[in-house]
């Protein structure tokens, strides 16, 4: 049976302060990879896997004043996210955190929404 996990019931953290407003967080692992081969074939015979890099996202109504500071000094911060439903949670952190970037859109007839996308040096998973 998959885990199920509700926006409405789950939190995150920037430096431990809690991070208002979040509507969405998104992200991704990537894995250096290159592929290797014999001479005189075209077929891979080995795989070097290298630098692994985390990626992502965080959609915050309106805006986070916390956030916006982080990017403005360049500072390295800690993210910590708790996804739930019911009884079940499971612990999602990013160490070495930066905000590489800060987008604003506002649509007709709905709020301010702001997607800031950081990377990180890991992610954590338990």
Do not use: W
């Amino acid at each position: 049976m998959p885990q199920l996990y509700t926006s409405f019931a789950s939190q995150a953290t920037v430096n431990e302060e809690t991070l208002e407003g979040l509507q969405s967080i998104e992200y991704r692992e990537i894995k250096n990879r290159h592929d290797f081969g014999a001479i005189g074939t075209d077929e891979r015979i080995g795989v070097y896997f290298g630098l692994k890099l985390v990626a992502g996202s965080l959609h915050v109504a309106s805006a986070s004043t916390t956030l916006d500071q982080l990017l403005a000094d360049n500072a390295t911060f800690s993210l910590s996210v708790t996804l739930r439903h019911n009884d079940t949670t499971r612990n999602v952190t990013f160490d070495g955190c930066f905000v590489e970037e800060k987008m604003f859109m506002l649509g007709l007839e709905t709020h301010g929404e702001t997607t800031y996308t950081f990377t990180a040096t890991r992610v954590r998973e338990e």
